[in-house]
């Protein structure tokens, strides 16, 4: 669905008076599509959660609204944009937690959205700490081991968690959640050593649950893009041992979550950035291979040309909203 220029103005001045929840979820998936689609600059759906999200009352559209921001920030806002507009939204973030009622759905969420928010920047690690040692309290605020393990993540993803450390978290929760969350804040840690050990692990190893790999995964993927722009010739070498060695099942979460997607677009075209040109000289000189395997390569491009295309927009504040 597409607003018209008088609409789009109109839910972007007033998304929060709209009553109607299914309404209001409308608006919101359309603002979305927009963003999603290089038709508004992402950084305009960013600023309507900023704005809105506080007021949204559907636990449910809240936290897709919240979880689209974040991938809007890391994915389509333009690198020269993205420091500040990541710091104003963890700022928002921060202060609805504090905001929200005690024990809400709404506060946990917002809860979430800093643990998450703060792998890319470390304004708030000290509230991310002290809400781990209990230091900094927050009323109604259920610390429980999902939400510390995000804790743990974002810690983890800004060089502040040793490996001692993780290991006492692991300690008080030793279940198949703890030893994925466990996985992938070892893996975040940002360093060269930890990267290429992990990479080891999840593309060689055979040791790994299906959990546990996407852990791993998850965790390799958080950290600075200089550390992961050596992996991207040797992922798209090592595709075909990969999916002729492993089960199916391993094998597509391999290919899929280690495609080399966090991109972002400094000069040229969208087709011209050396991602999306190394994929497509794969897919050219791969033309029988099995169809499950360039099904996932087609796909992982289709998401990356559509972040590097809403990157290419030019670069807006929220007052240049239509």
């Known amino acids: 669905m597409r607003l018209d220029p008088r609409s789009e103005a109109t839910v972007r001045s007033s998304l929060s008076s709209l009553t109607d929840p299914m309404a209001r979820a409308l608006c919101w998936t359309a603002l979305w599509d927009s963003a999603r689609d290089a038709v508004t600059p992402s950084a305009l759906y960013v600023d309507a959660v900023q704005r809105f ?49 005690p024990g809400s759905d709404q506060q946990l969420a917002w809860a979430r959205t800093v643990a998450a928010t ?25 610390v429980d081991a999902e939400l510390r393990w995000n804790l743990w993540h974002a810690l983890a993803a800004n060089g502040q968690a040793t490996t001692e450390q993780l290991d006492g ?13 466990h996985a992938t ?6 360093d060269a050593a930890v990267k290429e050990a ?9 040791s790994l649950s299906n959990q546990l790999l996407s852990a791993t995964i998850a965790g ?10 050596g992996f991207t010739d040797r992922y798209f070498e090592c595709l075909e041992d990969v999916w002729a060695g492993r089960s199916i099942e391993i094998a597509s979460r391999i290919v899929r979550g280690l495609y080399p ?5 400094d000069d040229g075209t969208p087709d011209s950035h050396p991602v999306i040109v190394r994929t497509d000289e794969w897919l050219a000189g791969h033309g029988d291979a099995p169809r499950a395997l360039r099904r996932i390569i ?7 040309h559509r972040s590097l295309t809403a990157q290419a927009l030019p670069a807006a504040t929220p007052s240049a909203a239509p």
């Not at 978290?169 to 969350?181: H, I, P």
């Not at 804040?185 to 940002?190: D, E, G, S, Y």
């Not at 390799?220 to 722009?229: D, E, K, R, V």
């Not at 087609?298 to 990356?304: A, F, G, T, Y």
């Open 198 to 206: 992990a990479w080891t692990e999840a593309v060689h190893g055979t």
């Open 220 to 229: 390799f993927n958080t950290g600075p893009a200089a550390l992961l722009q």
């Open 261 to 265: 997607a966090g991109q972002d677009l």
């Open 118 to 142: 703060s792998r890319f920047d470390g304004g708030r690690l000290d509230m991310l700490r002290g809400i781990l040692d209990g230091s900094t309290v927050i009323e109604g605020l259920s």
């Open 53 to 101: 999200g506080p007021a949204e009352t559907g636990i449910g559209v809240l936290l897709n609204v919240l979880g689209n921001a974040s991938t809007a920030i890391e994915r389509y806002v333009p690198v020269v944009e993205r420091a500040g507009v990541r710091r104003d939204f963890l700022s928002v973030a921060a202060d609805e937690l504090q905001r929200a009622a």
């Open 185 to 190: 804040a070892l893996a975040a840690r940002p």
């Open 298 to 304: 087609i796909e992982q491009r289709s998401h990356l």
């Open 169 to 181: 978290e692991l300690a008080r929760d030793n279940t198949a959640a703890g030893k994925s969350g």
